[in-house]
């Protein structure tokens, strides 16, 4: 396409942003592009992919607040999914975007060479915020960027080589943190990949005493066990009580480092600000992302003990990563606000309250349909409902999706569905949440009573 056609195309596309009211003729054709856009320029399996959770393939979000989403055309849904855990304040918080605007009439991005303030204040906070000794941190973009920079940083702190992580787990999709994953449909097709890993089963101490154990008699040094709190895309599964406390004494004991992942389950998601807290662990590094940026900007990082950062990295500050956008002072400016907002309004404690309401109301739900839920389960507003088959989860997630409530399935579980409303909810629409729930696996016991009946 020519430069002229082009430009006047960028024209128009910018003038839904800039302006105040799409027309009718604007909606449809945002519609239409959007899934010619997706098939020809995205990825043509991306709208095949969303059928399987919803019953509109060519469902276009447009705006959103609070604990909703908006279409194109204006249709409200409540955000029960929260962006896989993105929105803990709900959407576009006010509070927090006050301070982004500010930030942003300021200085958006920085020289990269100068000391940016927001980035020491918030490394300050981070480490005031967290427990025991935790104290450097190291700002990113993505959580598999975060978990990237754990592992490098085990590696060059201990001198070991192999990692120790979970059957099931999941720490992004880059190639050093899907060498940790727990699955073999994100793995296969890039193997091999790190071979020093050794994947044993989560919530077994046991198994991850044996493994050093046996690597360590073979001349193998061991730079870190990588654990999720909770397994989020595993299908929210909760470890038996004590497991990361015994863990923390096997690494003590073979001077292995600990690293939690707690980019899905931390900033007040479980309950408490971080979940090792209510374990009572301190690990040598945590990561942390997610609801981080308050729902409004992308950041990521790590926090680690002081012991950590070896004369290495001091000599050479770059050598653990230099990523251009990490921590930067937009970026910055948003997870120092959410910090604030989730202190001042005690996200932590709304999302443990709120959770036990929501669990309690799912529970009398499996209760009245247990041929449909197998199981309840989660920590504060990190829940999953598994079903029995997993077309189930699927029936029942476009059922809810037609009824204006979006949830999503777990990655690596399938059979699970995801809640991970924001902390801002109200109890009234947890209750409209429950309402709709209860049609869905009404419509879907009538699903499967009748395609089994034909069955048999």
């Known amino acids: 396409m020519e430069k002229k056609f082009v430009l006047e195309d960028l024209e128009r596309i910018l003038s839904y942003v800039t302006g105040d009211e799409l027309t009718a003729y604007d909606k449809k054709k945002i519609v239409k592009e959007a899934v010619d856009n997706y098939n020809n320029y995205v990825n043509p399996g991306w709208l095949k992919y969303r059928k399987s959770v919803s019953t509109n393939a060519a469902f276009v979000e447009w705006t959103d607040n609070d604990s909703y989403f908006y279409d194109v055309n204006g249709e409200e849904f409540i955000d029960c999914l929260g962006g896989f855990g993105i929105f803990m304040c709900g959407h576009r918080n006010e509070e927090i975007l006050e301070v982004v605007e500010a930030q942003l009439k300021k200085q958006a991005l920085h020289s990269q060479e100068l000391l940016d303030p927001l980035r020491g204040y918030l490394a300050k906070a981070m480490a005031e915020i967290t427990p025991g000794d935790l104290n450097y941190c190291f700002f990113t973009n993505g959580g598999a960027e975060a978990v990237e920079m754990a592992i490098k940083l085990a590696r060059i702190a201990t001198g070991g080589s192999w990692y120790i992580s979970a059957v099931n787990g999941f720490h992004g999709k880059s190639m ?30 046991e198994d991850i005493r044996k493994a ?25 599964i909760i470890p038996p009580k004590g497991y990361l406390k015994e863990v ?87 997870a120092l606000a959410t910090i604030k907002y ?115």
């Open 176 to 205: 050093g943190a899907i060498s940790l994953g727990g699955k073999d449909t994100y793995r296969t097709p890039y193997l091999p990949m790190i071979q020093q890993v050794q994947h044993v089963e989560y919530g077994n101490a």
């Open 212 to 236: 050093i154990r046996n690597l360590t008699h073979v001349g193998e040094k061991v730079a870190a066990v990588v654990l999720e709190p909770i397994q989020g895309e595993g299908g929210i």
């Open 248 to 334: 923390r004494k096997i690494c003590d004991e073979y001077d292995v480092c600990l690293i939690l992942d707690e980019i899905q389950t931390g900033m007040g998601r479980t309950g408490t600000m971080f979940r090792c807290e209510a374990e009572g662990v301190v690990p040598d590094i945590l990561t942390y992302g997610k609801a981080f940026g308050g729902g409004i900007m992308p950041i990521t990082g790590i926090i680690a003990r002081p012991h950590l950062w070896v004369k290495e990295l001091q000599d050479n500050p770059w050598i653990l990563g230099s990523p251009t956008f990490g921590g930067n002072p937009l970026a910055c400016s948003a």
């Open 342 to 456: 989730m202190l001042k309004h005690d996200i932590p404690k709304q999302a443990h309250e709120k959770g036990e309401y929501l669990i309690k109301g799912l529970n009398k739900l499996k209760s009245k349909y247990p041929e449909l839920i197998q199981e309840v389960r989660g920590v504060g507003l990190m829940i999953g409902v598994e079903f029995h088959r997993t077309e189930m989860g699927f029936s029942v997630a476009k059922g809810l999706f037609s009824r204006k409530v979006m949830t999503a399935g777990t990655l690596v579980n399938s059979k699970t569905i995801r809640f991970e409303p924001a902390a801002t909810t109200s109890y009234e629409d947890f209750d409209k949440v429950l309402k709709r729930l209860e049609e869905a696996l009404a419509d879907t016991k009538k699903l499967f009573n009748h395609s089994d009946s034909k069955i048999g």
